[in-house]
């Protein structure tokens, strides 16, 4: 079973950064699609950024030229947060899709806390 894992949330400042790491229990070339998640307090889970296997990337509009996704050559996979607002507050989560013969299968962490507050 694919095990996903996230770390580097935290409290920060407006206007501050923070990275954030997904590790995947197995090589994340194996995976079609990865992405990233997030959760605010007391609203629905939207899409915050995709990057495919080969490195093309997607993002929402209230992230994009703010965010950027990437991955290494391993098992890990990124999110690297700049000009944070409080509106970014929210449990994010990371996602991988396997794309099989038989199907395709998504695998979830249990989401990272990032609280954007002066």
């Known amino acids: 079973q694919v095990q996903v894992a996230e770390s580097g949330g935290g409290l920060v400042q407006p206007g501050g950064s923070l990275r954030l790491a997904c590790i995947v229990s197995e090589s994340i070339i194996n995976f079609n699609y990865m992405g990233w998640y997030r959760q605010p307090p007391g609203k629905q889970r939207d899409l915050v950024a995709t990057i495919t296997r080969y490195g093309t990337t997607y993002y929402a509009d209230s992230v994009k030229g703010r965010f950027t996704i990437s991955k290494d050559n391993a098992n890990t996979m990124y999110l690297q947060m700049n000009s944070l607002e409080p509106e970014d507050t929210a449990v994010y989560y990371c996602?991988?899709?396997?794309?099989?013969?038989?199907?395709?299968?998504?695998?979830w962490g249990q989401g990272t806390l990032v609280t954007v507050s002066s």
């Open positions: 996602t991988v899709r396997k794309i099989e013969a038989s199907g395709s299968s998504d695998y």
